[in-house]
């Protein structure tokens, strides 16, 4: 480990490795590790899609060139369903993005409340989120832009830390709480059944109190495990609370990001409600495109079936970020990071206080991260220590030459620290 060395080895080891970065730099990089983007390949898996769809009807008859249906086609509904096990009733198939509903949700629970809200949440002195950490940078930027109060609890292996939750639930003013519960953007845990049924059986002081079950990797698998996600709408209706979970899916990492299929599914009253103020804003979704999908899928095995494609294309890529970080840093007591089997992110922890310094060293050598502290409300990770990793964007030799370059700049930036340099 690197914290055993002596200020004399520590020395020695700071100019081999400032010899190490110079190095690096001097390949003039340019490369990018930051959005969890599909690279080109991955996004030409789709191109199937732009030659349909070959019907103008949907299974009914409906003409989809023309205005409504707003809960979606029910075939694609039914795909959805079936994929995130829950009951077609309980879908309803949108536009492009499942953010812009996770922004509709939480703008009309202020604005008008839920159904079973006392009155507007804009209407309350403060409105809080609990915001599991690390977790999804926009998430974060949504709540502060709706000026929601943001409290953090840890993000473990299996879901949030369910005591740290249940403390903070009994403050009546905490309204909301994120989850990314399958492949959990940036740590890639998967929340167990077991803290799912916590989560949702748990007593609230708040009443109308929602958790935002953001499932936007609930198909996404690196391995031939096919992780199940936890049933989230059926222990929440099993334990009294079924309004509580919201949850969110959509297309965009399975066929185009950004011209995909979004989709929430909630209980009979939630959907009601969304429904209605929905009705407000909009007289159906792109119905073309959903039946684009439905043809082009066939149906939820169809969809597997494609998800297995990216896989193959991807899962090299997320082995690349293991060997480089392994053959560098295992064992020098510096780094800690995730061995993703699903989702679209590793979660790097370097030495406490050096991730601002990785960023910089990386940035100076071409090599640009998510900015350190992004993962945590207001881009303030207290421990300066967490970098997200986004490989699937870049080509695999990219991603094998960046990341040995990030690991570089971690060994780097601890020794300078280790060393007080
Ligand atoms: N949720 C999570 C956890 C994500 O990582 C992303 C995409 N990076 C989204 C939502 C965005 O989804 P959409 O494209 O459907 O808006």
């Given at each position: 480990p690197l914290t055993d060395l002596t200020p004399d080895q520590l020395a020695e080891r700071l100019t081999a490795l400032r010899a190490d970065y110079a190095a690096l730099q001097a390949k003039g990089l340019k490369l990018d590790l930051t959005r969890g983007k599909p690279g080109a390949d991955q996004l030409d898996l789709s191109d199937?899609?732009?030659?349909?769809?070959?019907?103008?009807?949907?299974r009914a008859g409906t003409?989809?060139?023309?205005?409504?249906?707003?809960?979606?086609?029910v075939e694609l509904r039914e795909i959805f369903a079936d994929l995130l096990g829950v009951?077609?009733?309980?879908v309803v198939a949108g536009g492009n993005s499942s953010l812009t509903m996770m922004y509709q949700v939480v703008s009309w629970l202020l604005s008008h409340g839920g159904?079973?809200?006392?009155?507007?949440?804009?209407?309350?002195?403060t409105v809080k989120f609990i915001c599991p950490v690390p977790g999804y940078d926009r998430h974060f930027t949504m709540l502060a832009e709706l000026g929601i109060e943001m409290v953090t609890v840890p993000m473990h292996a299996d879901g949030p830390d369910v005591p740290a939750v249940r403390a903070l639930v009994e403050?009546?003013?905490?309204?909301g709480m994120w989850l990314?519960?399958?492949?959990?953007?940036?740590?890639g845990a998967v929340c167990s059944t077991e803290v799912a049924a916590e989560l949702m059986a748990m007593p609230t002081a708040a009443p109308d109190f929602r958790i935002?079950?953001?499932?936007?990797?609930?198909?996404?698998?690196?391995?031939?495990?096919?992780t199940k996600s936890a049933d989230a709408l059926a222990l929440a209706s099993a334990s009294g609370?079924?309004?509580r979970p919201i949850m969110f899916a959509s297309t965009s990492k399975i066929?185009?990001?950004?011209a995909g299929v979004a989709v929430i599914a909630a209980s009979p009253e939630n959907k009601e409600w969304y429904l209605k103020r929905l009705s407000f804003a909009s007289i159906g979704p792109d119905k073309i495109n959903q039946l684009r999908h439905v043809e082009f899928f066939g149906d939820a095995d169809g969809v597997r079936a494609h998800m297995r494609k990216h896989r193959d294309l991807i899962a090299p890529k997320f082995a690349a970020v293991q060997d480089a970080l392994t053959s560098r840093?295992?064992?020098?007591?510096i780094a800690t990071w995730s061995k993703p089997t699903g989702g679209y992110f590793v979660d790097l922890d370097v030495l406490d206080g050096t991730a601002t310094r990785v960023v910089q060293l990386a940035k100076e050598a071409g090599i640009a991260l998510?900015?350190?502290?992004?993962?945590f409300p207001h881009g303030n990770?207290?421990?300066?220590r967490n970098i997200r990793l986004a490989?699937?964007?870049?080509v695999l030799a990219e991603v094998e030459a960046a990341m040995a370059g990030v690991a570089v700049c971690a060994e780097l930036a601890a020794t300078e620290k280790l060393a007080g340099a």
């Open positions: 199937g899609l732009l030659g349909l769809p070959t019907s103008t009807k949907d003409d989809v060139r023309n205005y409504g249906g707003l809960d979606g086609l009951d077609v009733a309980q159904p079973d809200s006392p009155r507007p949440w804009s209407q309350e002195e403050d009546p003013s905490v309204k990314v519960p399958t492949y959990a953007n940036p740590t935002l079950w953001d499932n936007a990797y609930a198909v996404h698998h690196l391995t031939d495990v096919e609370h079924p309004n066929t185009f990001a950004g840093l295992d064992g020098l007591g998510t900015p350190a502290g992004s993962a990770d207290p421990d300066d490989p699937t964007f870049p």
